[in-house]
């Protein structure tokens, strides 16, 4: 069986998107968008050091390299080694670090690169805009359920250079 993937990130809620993983496809690899990831570095570091800080942004620079390494255990007790003491500042700290120690396992990003895995969402927004987008939501347009899945089945096919082995096994499940 191919392996499934499925990213989260912006657009997607994690625990949506984690949810549904678990229960339609119990065998996909699961992985969290990096550049969202990222963004919660950024959080992190600057909730730890101050915004827009130096310290800030050398730390979250740092830390975003030890994430495509597979350090996330690092970065997480390195911020723990530093919880300021100001109940506000800690709680957003302890925020950011539970949703670290939430995803560590959706953030394994050298281990999915070596797969061959993407790690960021934005190929699949692209296929999305290029495949869904460009067919079926142009102005004026209206589509039943079905009918638009059977023009974006074609345009799979086609845009996927394998249409005429579709069109192939379709007429011979027909015959």
Known sequence: ?????????????PDVVWEL????????????????AAEH?????????????RKSKSRGKRWRSLLKADRIDAIIARAKADLPLEPAAREAV?????YFEKNRVRMLYATFCAKGFFIGSGIVEAGCKTVVGKRVKNS????????????????????????????????????
């Open 21 to 36: 993983a678990r229960i339609n496809f119990p065998q996909a690899t699961c992985i969290l968008d990096f550049y969202h």
């Open 94 to 98: 302890e925020k950011q670090l539970a």
């Open 1 to 13: 069986m191919r392996e499934r993937l499925l990213l989260a990130d912006n657009h997607n809620p």
């Open 41 to 53: 570095l950024g959080t992190l570091a600057d909730s730890l050091y101050g915004a827009g800080t």
């Open 140 to 175: 004026g347009m209206f589509w039943t359920v079905a009918g638009a899945q059977n023009v974006l089945t074609l345009r799979t096919a086609l845009l996927g250079h394998h249409f005429d082995a579709d069109w192939d096994a379709r007429s011979q499940a027909a015959a």
